[in-house]
T-cell receptor, first 112, second 111 residues
Framework: NAGVTQTPKFQVLKTGQSMTLQCAQDMNHEYMSWYRQDPGMGLRLIHY???????DQGEVPNGYNVSRSTTEDFPLRLLSAAPSQTSVYFCASRGGSTYEQYFGPGTRLTVT | GIQVEQSPPDLILQEGANSTLRCNFS?????LQWFHQNPWGQLINLFYIPSGTKQNGRLSATTVATERYSLLYISSSQTTDSGVYFC?????????????FGKGTKLSVKP
């Protein structure tokens, strides 16, 4: 199993550009989440999904969209990038029978 | 919402020393996990421990749910233990997959 994979690893955007961060898992996990990590702030939940077709907002959802059309994929879209969205983004998943979360390697995003 | 506080924020140890990291949470939880983020940024799940005690090699964790705290013990520390340790909690009634993280304890183990 590849576990949780994220692409790209690094990305630089200009203010106002849009892009999609990809996340995929091959463990047939029901639950998937997106977090952002900023220095000194720990990880903050952006959006999460409890299954295909079901998504909900987390702690810091503004400026981001998600959808979950399949169990495997959970992309995160930045609609109009802003410098405040410069961060490291982590995708995570867990199965329905266990609470243990598995994290992807992260995407480092810089918005200039 | 639930508050998760970790202490100390920073810890410097000599190789071979023992340490205790603390996590306080403000509400009842049905999910409490400890993670290690290595210097390369990868997050590794250490323990799922909403109550009780678990051990895995030199690491062990104890959660006293009635008093709303959890402790992570590292014995005979090694340089490879360096990194940031996060505690994360999901409150009772909270949405599945919705973990609230503390700000972490940054551990540096010197040779």
């Amino acid at each position: 199993n590849a576990g949780v994979t994220q692409t790209p690893k690094f990305q630089v955007l200009k203010t106002g550009q849009s892009m999609t961060l990809q996340c995929a898992q091959d463990m047939n996990h029901e639950y998937m989440s997106w977090y952002r990590q900023d220095p000194g702030m720990g990880l903050r939940l952006i959006h999460y999904s409890v299954g295909a077709g079901i998504t909900d907002q987390g702690e810091v959802p503004n400026g981001y969209n998600v959808s979950r059309s399949t169990t495997e994929d959970f992309p995160l879209r930045l609609l109009s990038a802003a410098p405040s969205q410069t961060s490291v983004y982590f995708c995570a998943s867990r199965g329905g029978s266990t609470y243990e979360q598995y994290f992807g390697p992260g995407t480092r995003l810089t918005v200039t | 919402g639930i508050q998760v506080e970790q202490s100390p924020p920073d810890l410097i140890l000599q190789e071979g020393a023992n340490s205790t990291l603390r996590c306080n949470f403000s509400d009842s939880v049905n999910n409490l996990q400890w993670f290690h983020q290595n210097p390369w940024g990868q997050l590794i799940n250490l323990f799922y421990i909403p109550s009780g005690t678990k051990q895995n090699g030199r690491l062990s964790a104890t959660t006293v749910a009635t008093e709303r705290y959890s402790l992570l013990y590292i014995s005979s520390s090694q340089t490879t233990d360096s990194g940031v340790y996060f505690c994360a909690a999901q409150p009772y009634g909270g949405s599945q997959g919705n973990l609230i993280f503390g700000k972490g304890t940054k551990l540096s183990v010197k040779p």
